[in-house]
């Protein structure tokens, strides 16, 4: 009688315990595996979309009936460019983040993604053209909508701020992770229901770390389901993009801050919406 019970009472600690601790990733295990898709280029006109972008497939997409991952892009000042005009201007959109890992045979997350790189012609990323340009994603791709994330460097790391600065719990993404950028800390209260984690270099000139730093602290204050983190690189500069999108920063992370301990694209696939 007594080893039924300690049989029980294990069985019960560890398939509870077990089925509590990471949200259901079963969508994912069942997606085709990814051996290299393709990144197509779609210029300002040639499609429907607000923007012109890049918009990447994993490989076995046309062959499956799956709703993928989404990960949306966006880039940073130097990245800006009117497609409509001058067909090659999409080509910058490759120097750095997701596009670029595309672009150089790097990209392999542990599962697959739908990857979309907009470009924006002129100005800085307007909340209602972002939720417009995931509106037509959605509307023209395989899409799980539980499994929408935001990511952007620089101009495009205050576009992510932004962006659920204004939509709140009605945005489409899940996560975001803004590099070297910031937002409204008046704004806050609307993260709620979306995860963070923030990147900086400490020695930024061009957008201070204090920008992330008090974004993050806010955002915690007004005790979101998932706590906000920032990380913060040590002796470097507005250069943080590249290390956060490759993994590269990881243990050259300041100890005062949340650490690099796991890819971005790992920590994006444990946010899904209920």
């Known amino acids: 009688m007594k080893k039924i019970f300690y049989f029980s009472l294990f069985f019960s ?18 997606l085709p595996i990814d051996i290299g898709g393709i990144q ?4 300002l006109g040639s499609t429907n979309a607000i923007f012109g972008h890049y918009i990447y ?6 062959n499956s009936s799956d709703e993928y991952p989404l990960l949306v ?12 005009t001058n067909p090659d201007a999409l080509k910058v959109l490759l120097w750095t983040g997701p596009p670029n ?4 045979k790097k990209w392999a997350p542990k599962y697959p993604m739908i990857v979309a790189s907009p470009q924006l012609t002129s100005g800085s990323w307007n909340a209602d053209d972002v939720h ?15 499994r929408i994330y935001l990511t952007g460097y620089s101009l495009g790391g205050f576009g992510c701020f932004n962006y659920i600065s204004k939509y709140g719990s009605e945005s489409y993404a899940k996560a975001i992770v803004p590099i070297a950028g910031g937002g409204s800390i008046s704004s806050a209260d609307k993260y709620t ?18 920008y992330s730093i008090d974004m993050v602290n806010a955002i915690n204050a007004s005790n979101p389901n998932t706590s906000a983190k920032v990380t913060i690189y040590p002796g470097v500069g507005h250069n943080s993009d590249t290390r956060t999108f ?3 920063g990881m243990g050259t992370e300041s100890n005062d801050y949340d650490a690099f301990n796991m890819s971005i694209y790992d920590w994006m696939f444990l946010q899904v919406k209920n």
């Open 132 to 146: 417009s340009f995931i509106s037509y994603l959605i509307s023209n791709y395989k899409i799980n909508t539980n």
């Open 193 to 210: 229901d979306v995860a963070v984690w923030a990147f900086h270099g400490d020695s930024d000139t061009s957008v201070s770390k204090n």
């Open 101 to 104: 890992m595309i672009a150089q």
């Open 246 to 248: 490759d993994g590269t």
């Open 57 to 62: 497939t994993p490989s076995e997409y046309n």
């Open 73 to 84: 892009f966006l880039h940073g000042s130097g990245q800006i460019g009117n497609s409509q």
């Open 40 to 43: 197509t280029e779609n210029s």
């Open 13 to 30: 600690l560890f398939f509870f315990g077990c089925s509590d601790d990471s949200p259901n990733q079963n969508d994912l295990e069942s």
